[in-house]
């Protein structure tokens, strides 16, 4: 097999989980014997990881060039993987035209038009509902899982919805968590560590606005509760706005980027994530589980991850019974101790590499090996293929022209 990604940006697996997620991906294909090429429109990044460490080829590719078109066909792949919806309207069309056999996959991280839509609710201060998702983002988005043979979800919520809400039928979709291996407990001990713990790259909204609400609603509490601990704050890409909400009397210490999450997750006591709106899952749960470290989130938060088993901490919309929780945790280490154990069942029950890899690269392979029979069935994704492509296929064409005359 010759996979082909392609993406708009480099992998960072040190600053966010979509950066982890897509590493995991790569991984997987890699540990088959798949040949991978990494392509991406971005400029070089200071944080991206070096994947010819992991024999990876990689190669820089322009928007709106036909020059994308000769680089398709020359790697031929079995298997293109565009990362995010925003790559596939970019060189979906184009993988048509050159490479008419090659299996397409669409990772979409998160559902996009799910968290704008979250967003939006929480902006104008009132209640999410299903109806919100009707918007320009959701028709995209859609359109593009439809023109693909196979979209990777990493949520079993937004698997649902797609199916649920919009009709997406079930055989353009696969769940692929977060995948880790099994994890031990050689955890730092309960007396040995301090403070609470925030992490989450500031680019991505939804937490920029959990450390708001930290600041503004929980830490004043908590740190009248408990005046000794602190709150620390990570963060890559932290910009001036989040430097200036740093107050060391006030124990709220904004750190910036961690070379390591792991290693300052496993120092801390308890992480805290009052996330109130966002989608798919979110990797910092994964990270503190992984370090046996317990936390306090929203429902938004956990959303997703538990099915059915006991969260490692404890899963609050309301601030009082947040900020009650947090503390409890903090100060009663039999409470903590349970909740450490709750992260490695969940770790070791619902995210299990092994199962899920296999899962994923069976499935594709059956894909390949049916495909004509497999676009057959999907004419909505012919159609949308046909003519909604063709504007932007138009469009595209008309810009490498006129870039060519400049």
């Known amino acids: 097999m010759n996979v082909l990604v392609i993406s708009t940006v480099w992998v960072e697996p040190t600053s966010?989980?979509?950066?982890?997620?897509?590493?995991?991906?790569?991984?997987?294909?890699?540990?088959?014997?798949?040949?991978?090429?990494?392509?991406?429109?971005?400029?070089?990044?200071?944080?991206?990881?070096?994947?010819?460490?992991?024999?990876?080829?990689?190669a820089t590719i322009q928007l709106n060039d036909d020059s994308f078109n000769a680089f398709a066909k020359a790697h031929n792949p079995t298997i293109v993987l565009f990362d995010r919806f925003m790559a596939?309207?970019?060189?979906?069309?184009?993988?048509?035209?050159?490479?008419?056999?090659a299996l397409k996959i669409l990772d979409t991280e998160d559902l996009h038009c799910l968290r704008k839509a979250r967003a939006q609710a929480v902006k104008e201060e009132r209640v999410f509902k299903h109806k919100d998702l009707i918007s320009d983002i959701a028709k995209r988005e859609i359109a593009s899982i439809y023109r693909c043979?196979?979209?990777?979800?990493?949520?079993?919520?937004?698997?649902?919805?797609?199916?649920?809400?919009?009709?997406?039928?079930?055989?353009?979709?696969?769940?692929?968590?977060?995948?880790?291996?099994?994890?031990?407990?050689?955890?730092?001990?309960?007396k040995e560590r301090a403070h609470?713990?925030?992490?989450?790259?500031?680019i991505h909204p939804p937490n920029w606005d959990a450390t708001l609400e930290l600041k503004k609603h929980i830490w004043p509490h908590i740190r009248q509760q408990l005046p000794q601990a602190e709150m620390h704050i990570y963060g890559a890409y932290v910009p001036e706005k989040a430097l200036q909400l740093h107050n060391p009397k006030e124990g709220?210490?904004?750190?910036?980027?961690?070379?390591?999450?792991?290693?300052?997750?496993?120092?801390?006591?308890?992480?805290?994530?009052?996330?109130?709106?966002?989608?798919?899952?979110?990797?910092?749960?994964?990270?503190?589980?992984?370090?046996?470290?317990?936390?306090?989130?929203?429902?938004?938060?956990?959303e997703g991850m538990s099915q059915h088993l006991d969260w490692p901490g404890s899963v609050n919309d309301d601030y009082d019974a947040f900020i009650k929780a947090a503390v409890s945790l903090y100060s009663n280490e039999s409470i903590w101790q349970k909740a450490q154990e709750n992260g490695v069942r969940m770790i070791n029950t619902n995210?299990?590499?092994?199962?899920?890899?296999?899962?994923?690269?069976?499935?594709?392979?059956?894909?390949?090996?049916?495909?004509i029979m497999h676009r057959a069935a999907n004419f909505t994704g012919q159609m949308l293929q046909h003519h909604t492509m063709r504007s932007t296929l138009f469009m595209s064409k008309w810009i490498a022209e006129k870039n060519k005359k400049e």
């Open 16 to 58: 966010s989980a979509a950066g982890s997620r897509m590493l995991q991906l790569l991984t997987i294909f890699k540990e088959k014997g798949w040949d991978v090429t990494y392509a991406s429109t971005a400029g070089t990044s200071q944080n991206a990881i070096s994947l010819s460490d992991f024999d990876i080829e990689t």
């Open 88 to 101: 596939e309207e970019q060189f979906g069309w184009r993988i048509d035209e050159a490479c008419p056999n």
């Open 149 to 190: 043979d196979l979209t990777l979800m990493i949520s079993t919520v937004e698997m649902d919805l797609l199916q649920t809400f919009f009709k997406v039928p079930a055989s353009l979709l696969h769940y692929v968590p977060f995948l880790v291996s099994t994890l031990e407990t050689d955890f730092v001990p309960f």
């Open 196 to 202: 609470f713990i925030a992490i989450g790259n500031f």
């Open 252 to 302: 709220f210490l904004v750190k910036g980027r961690a070379e390591s999450a792991h290693q300052v997750i496993r120092n801390a006591r308890v992480l805290l994530a009052p996330l109130r709106y966002g989608a798919g899952l979110k990797g910092k749960f994964i990270d503190a589980m992984q370090c046996g470290t317990p936390s306090v989130t929203t429902t938004i938060g956990a």
């Open 351 to 371: 995210f299990q590499k092994d199962t899920y890899a296999s899962l994923l690269t069976d499935t594709l392979q059956d894909l390949m090996d049916n495909l």
